[in-house]
């Protein structure tokens, strides 16, 4: 259900590398919750680093919504960018099984799928 990649890059570097990825492949960055930083600064000692990019391609979510709207839920999708013990990753949870979970209507089948494939070119860009 996760689909997650290690990255030679470095976390900020990562990062960039996946906004502009997004914003290539006709996908809007809506929000990053840098996740790190807000722990950090809460007092909790947290080491690791954690952006969450939520993404969103409005043709595609309107088909969601239009056809199931407790899918809002669901969105935005995400992609994180991520270390974990020293390695930069990039990871999100794949939208075909989430949706597979969440609803059984049919046609959404095809829009997850197409959402999965884009979503999966970004993570690659940015790797």
């Known amino acids: 259900?996760?689909?997650?990649?290690?990255?030679?890059?470095?976390?900020e570097q990562a990062a960039t590398d996946l906004e502009a990825a997004v914003k290539r492949n006709e996908f809007g960055v809506l929000h990053i919750h840098d996740l790190g930083n807000t722990l950090r600064s809460k007092?909790?000692?947290?080491?690791?680093?954690c952006r969450v990019f939520e993404v969103?391609?409005?043709?595609q979510a309107s088909k969601?919504?239009?056809?199931?709207?407790?899918?809002?839920?669901a969105l935005p999708c995400r992609i994180s960018?991520?270390?974990e013990q020293g390695k930069t990753k990039i990871g999100m949870i794949q939208?075909?099984?989430m949706l597979a979970a969440l609803s059984q209507d049919?046609?959404?089948?095809?829009?997850a799928q197409e959402v999965e494939v884009k979503?999966?070119?970004?993570i690659e860009e940015a790797r």
């Open 1 to 11: 259900m996760y689909h997650i990649v290690e990255s030679n890059k470095s976390f």
């Open 43 to 49: 007092g909790i000692d947290f080491a690791e680093q």
């Open 56 to 59: 969103c391609n409005p043709v």
């Open 64 to 73: 969601v919504l239009s056809t199931d709207m407790r899918l809002n839920m």
């Open 81 to 83: 960018v991520y270390t």
């Open 95 to 97: 939208p075909v099984p």
């Open 106 to 111: 049919a046609s959404l089948v095809k829009v």
């Open 119 to 122: 979503t999966k070119i970004m």
